[in-house]
């Protein structure tokens, strides 16, 4: 490991409030296993990272994605004013999401959220659906460039999505989730109003809301009501992007207890426990195909303490 000369956590802030943030998506956890500082550098500098969104092939995955989504349902807009008819949206989402389920056998971007290591996670999983033999199986799809395979280090970062996504959804349908959570973590309040095309929405949908308060409480009563299982299965689908030719299907190992110490050490970052980590020497390739080398102070370091040691070679 190389150590890093400037310390992030300044001013006794952690990262969650250092970078203004309330939750972290799931994909920013899982791409710390590929390289935790790339996930720093992505919230320090905003704009190289958009360049990444902006960046074709991952603009073609997203509407691979959204094609299999119109598959199964139409996708409808609703106009939202505030962040707490964002998450109502969301928990009607979630419902719809789990009654087509129930319906139909299957259900394609269904969010999922909840807390760990106090940090709020909020994620959506690709597809659900049960298998003949009535097991649920949750299918992540991922698009790649080359016709073959990922490595050994993409799929690890694929896997721990695809844990996390299943620990979440898992403790959503036990009726894990807390109303205080959403208003200490997420600030969200609980009297505020919902706009009219939110409350429009839900009444197309079969439900009754008028304050945030309502759509909460519609959540936790019915994730605690409907009786939907555990996840069973996890699957990682590779398809070729610009064909969709098929690539190949793995399925992913779950170990509850492996994932929460994973959990753990990943997330003790942000609770400001830790400084970040660049990637070790030998996994020293994977910045080759970073957007944030040059403005990367442990690529500066490694490269030198490389340059260093083979100069102490030859001097030996
Ligand atoms: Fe990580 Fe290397 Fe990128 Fe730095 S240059 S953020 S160590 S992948």
């Known amino acids: 490991m190389v150590p890093l000369k400037r310390k992030r ?27 935790e500082l790339q996930v720093v550098h992505g919230f320090e500098k905003p704009d190289v990272r958009k360049t990444i969104n902006d960046d074709p092939v991952v603009l073609a995955g997203s509407s691979v994605h959204l094609a299999r989504e119109l598959e199964e349902h139409d996708v409808v807009s609703v106009s939202t004013e505030s962040r707490e008819d964002h998450w109502a949206v969301k928990f009607l ?24 290591e106090g940090i709020f996670l909020v994620g959506v999983i690709d597809e659900l659906h049960y298998s003949p033999k009535g097991e649920l199986t949750l299918s ?9 395979l990922p490595t050994a280090a993409q799929r690890r970062t694929h896997d721990l999505q695809a844990g996390i996504y299943k620990l979440l959804f898992d403790r959503m349908v036990q009726g894990k989730l807390e109303s205080e959570t959403f208003v200490q973590r997420l600030q969200l309040r609980l009297d505020k ?12 949908v079969g439900f009754h809301v008028c304050t945030f308060s309502d759509a909460l409480e519609l959540l936790l009563l019915n994730l605690t009501h ?25 399925e992913v190992q779950f170990s509850e207890p ?16 830790r400084e970040p ?14 957007v944030f080398t040059e403005h990367c102070e442990w690529r500066k370091a490694s ?10 070679k030859r001097r030996r």
């Not at 719809?96 to 971007?109: A, Q």
């Not at 109003?193 to 197309?204: E, K, N, R, S, Y």
């Open 9 to 35: 956590n300044v001013a006794n802030k952690n990262p969650m409030q250092h970078f203004h943030l309330r939750h972290l998506r799931v994909t920013d956890v899982s791409h710390q296993s590929w390289c």
């Open 277 to 290: 980590q660049g990637v070790d020497i030998e996994d020293s390739w994977k910045c080759g195909w970073c």
């Open 303 to 312: 490269v030198k303490n490389t340059e260093q040691s083979v100069w102490n």
């Open 226 to 250: 409907m009786d939907t299982p555990n996840i069973d299965n996890l699957k990682i689908e590779y398809v070729h992007q610009s064909t969709g030719a098929p690539l190949g299907i793995k």
């Open 193 to 204: 109003q919902l706009a009219p095309g939110v409350c429009d929405h839900a009444q197309a």
């Open 93 to 116: 989402n979630v419902l719809t999401g789990l009654t087509m389920l129930k319906e139909s056998g299957r259900v394609r971007e269904l969010p999922v959220f909840g807390q760990v």
């Open 140 to 148: 992540e799809l991922k698009t790649r460039l080359r016709k073959s």
């Open 258 to 273: 492996r994932l929460l110490a994973e959990l753990h050490y990943l997330l003790s970052y942000w609770t400001g426990q």
